[in-house]
């Protein structure tokens, strides 16, 4: 006896149990799409993140540089009303502007006028006592 494969009809019971079937492969197909998705954004982020750094790296490798937090000093120079600002690292000036205005105003002491007195008392009381 020979054993082929051939089309058959189906029942109503078979369509449905199929259409059930068919129901809940879409359904978890939706699913693993929605998780690809998922797995594919965290990758291509996670790709993204280690291409800004191998560019950075590349970058300052060309340059033989990279940008660090430096202290610096500003230097006013009062006769040709310049302001320089100096690297303490290498002495260098990387910028110069002009002083503005309100930089020219000379800061004064200002002393309160109630710790003036009383300090006047006490040096009168003391000179007082010597007497």
Known sequence: MK???LPCKLTN???RVKGE???RLISNMSEVELAKKAKTAEFNG???DLQEKQDALSHEI???AEV???KCEEEFNWETNVVETIR???GAVIHTRIIRPEERQRKMEVVDMGERRAGRQEADDEASATD
């Open 3 to 5: 054993i082929e494969r």
């Open 21 to 23: 079937e068919l129901a």
């Open 46 to 48: 996670r790709i993204g």
């Open 13 to 15: 019971d078979e369509l």
């Open 62 to 64: 060309n340059q033989k």
């Open 68 to 70: 660090r937090e430096v």
């Open 88 to 90: 303490t690292d290498t």
